[in-house]
């Protein structure tokens, strides 16, 4: 299973008293989410409430859906295709501003959920979209609901969360026979969100939309960036407890499927300091493994869906919305030019 890369803070938070608090906190002007959404809160499943951004828009409806980031991960993107399509993003139960029941995280239920806000706004030919493992939620929508939607696509969320690295060809090497990074990984800076995204992006090659941030993380009277927000037991239901393996074949519906790739294996190695032709030979495996992984992917989407368009995105993010906004906002509009509804 591919490793996806998560943004969180490990803080070590010490004691001050009050009057030294007093003197070292600075009036924060207020923050405001520039990005040009109505913010909505729909009720699911009889009681839980959702968080959905409309981000308006003229055509074809279409929907964001995240793994275990909110809806607002989207906020650079989304304003950009509103000359095509109506926008809107879901912020799945247990995320952000959604509720945070005890229950509910399963696969189906997030489906459902998805379906059940789509009925609230009474919207039809939706194209679905998601990320990471908000695929599996794109799959069941398009088995069960084809009658809603239009169309899927999968930013690298067409994978199989249930594959182990030895189940590959060829398998993944024990990372502790990989070198280290060049560049090792440095502390985030968290003396203010404006910071942090700066981090973010210099240790990652992406920043997230700082609305996002605030939701992910506690936001400290000071500006500065605070402890994650994400209950580790919603997490684990999330990514872990609800892993299922896709049934492709079942979908009923037009798919559109984008994976990131690595580059060469020159530019792959030379984030690493091998040390040894040992070493080399286990980035080498990695590299291959890697694209063994993806090239199983394909297969089994193609075997369930021969008519699935698959476009791949080399040196593309996890988050490839934002790492290749431009490849990815193309490849939407050429895709739903071919679907009904449009």
Known sequence: MSTRVTLLVVL????????????????????????????????????????????????????LLGCYL????????????????HVYGITRRGIGASDQPADGYSVQRSADDVRDVMENLRLQNVVAIGTSCAGQILSLLGAQHAERLAGIVYLEAADDPTLTGADYDPPFPDPLTLPPLRRPMTVPDNSSFP????????????????????????????????????SPQVRQAITVDSRMKPDYARIRV?????????????????????????????????????????????????????AARIVELPGANLYMFLSNEKDVVRELRAFAATLRGR
């Open 195 to 230: 910071a942090y995204r700066i981090a973010q992006r210099r240790d990652h090659g992406v920043a997230f939309p700082e609305a996002e941030l605030r939701e992910q993380f506690v936001v400290h009277a000071d500006g500065s960036v605070g402890a994650s927000r994400l």
């Open 254 to 306: 037009p798919v559109l499927a984008i994976y990131r790739t690595d580059l060469s294996f020159d530019e792959f190695s030379a984030a690493y300091a091998a040390r040894s032709e040992q070493e080399r030979a286990a980035l080498r495996r990695q590299y291959d493994a890697t694209r063994g992984m993806y090239k199983r992917w394909q297969q089994d989407l193609r075997a369930g869906a021969p």
């Open 70 to 85: 909110t809806a607002h991960v989207y906020d650079d993107i989304a304003p950009k295709l509103r000359d095509r399509f």
């Open 12 to 63: 070590a938070v010490g004691s001050v008293s009050a009057v030294a608090l007093r003197s070292h906190v600075h009036a924060v002007a207020p923050w405001r989410d520039l990005s040009p959404h109505h913010v909505r809160s729909i009720i699911v499943d009889r009681s839980v409430r959702l968080e959905v951004l409309d981000w308006g828009g003229s055509g074809q409806p279409l929907v």
